[in-house]
Nanobody
Framework: QVQLVESGGGLVQAGGSLRLSCAASGSIFSSNVMGWYRQAPGKQRELVASTNSGAMTNSADSVKGRFTISRDNAKNTVYLQMNSLKPEDTTVYYC????????????????WGQGTQVTVSS
């Protein structure tokens, strides 16, 4: 089992910044992908950005140039720096960790954090 604890959400004005953090603990697999997803009410959960244990990153077109994902492997922590926030970025953000390749006993989509609310006022 892997536990994920998120922090850093909150209320910010449009154009402002927030930094989300997600610390993983437990039986962490060495080759992994850590990422941030978001889910608005009535919509599917979507990828915001991800980074693998080799520090390669991927991000959604809607956040390119505004959001930056990074990780500290020594701390098993992933960060999401969000700049130039827009009201449409308002939703719950979820941290995820999944192994690269299948692992016995590990859910195919990995593990999820409890979610952190980000609210951007106009």
């Amino acid at each position: 089992q892997v536990q994920l604890v998120e922090s850093g959400g909150g209320l910010v004005q449009a154009g402002g910044s927030l930094r989300l953090s997600c610390a993983a603990s437990g039986s962490i697999f060495s080759s992994n992908v850590m990422g941030w997803y978001r889910q608005a009410p009535g919509k599917q959960r979507e990828l915001v950005a991800s980074t693998n244990s080799g520090a390669m990153t991927n991000s959604a077109d809607s956040v390119k140039g505004r959001f930056t994902i990074s990780r500290d492997n020594a701390k098993n922590t992933v960060y999401l720096q969000m700049n130039s926030l827009k009201p449409e970025d308002t939703t719950v953000y979820y941290c995820n960790i999944r192994p690269i390749g299948r692992r016995p006993g590990v859910p195919i989509n990995g593990y999820w954090g409890q979610g952190t609310q980000v609210t951007v006022s106009s």
